[in-house]
């Protein structure tokens, strides 16, 4: 664990005794309005205690790395903070925060606690929860949403431990929903458990979803979907050889006579980097089988096939 401020001092946070906790942390004698990095991602910290390190930093951090407790939201927090609960801490924006990685430990994740930050200048969000049930991504929208088109590079990873193929309850729609908040995103890892509908993918091929896409990391379902995002990729990247397309939209004419209401509309960027996570077996297949099948996509793209057993 260790942190940096902005004339590049390196703090270390050593936790060989086991002192250093959620209890304790805020009293460290540290910088906080100078900091630029943080990294203290092995202390497990009430949601409350985490908002109020934000408002330490709200100004100056751009990396932050942090563990968020939701199963023990009542540990007491510092003498100093003791009134300000989670309920009672206000919204935090941090104004510089360039990359954020966040653990989430906890069977209810509380939705309301990243409805109280602000990442206006987010560019890369990594987000692991670690639970024994899969859960709702719709916790993110209000982070993600204010980081809107600056976020260019997300990755979801979900721990279930031995519930590995337990699907998230999350639909089609709502995975939809999130990544419309993030046109400019070119990196997505998407978590094992959940997989990318047919209808995704369509959107995926016509660019309506993610136009600036070009690296993706998922989990196939089964051979056929796997099949299916080949599918996507080769529709993509044919699309995206033919240039831009003009869509014409009705309204009066200009007053220099061009045709009213037309506008160049790029299209989509083609994915170039493949990640699919699936079973040892249908690896083979898959390797036997549908990528013959995809010669144009084989040769364009980097694909990696991870197997587990």
Known sequence: MSARDRSNNVFRLQDDDGQLDASTILNIALPWSQLAVLDISKIPMPPGVLLILLHKTTRTLLDGSFQVNFNHCTVETPATSTSLMPLEVPQVAMTRLRRLAVLLVGEGLDEDFFNRIRVPQLRELRAVTMVSR???????????????????????????????????PTTYLGLEALLEQIPNLHTLRLPHNLYIHTTTLDRLASGSLLPSLQVLEATTSSLENAQDIFSMLARRMGRAANGVDFIREPGPSSASGGAAGSSEVELPSPITCVVLSMPLAEGTSFKQYVLP???LVRDGVKIQVEGWS
């Not at 991504?137 to 431990?161: C, G, H, M, W, Y």
């Open 134 to 168: 899969g859960g709702s991504l719709s916790f993110l929208n209000p982070l993600i949403a204010s980081s809107s088109r600056k976020l260019v590079q997300l990755e979801l990873v979900a721990d279930t431990s031995s519930q590995r193929h337990i699907i998230l």
């Open 293 to 295: 099948g995809y010669p």
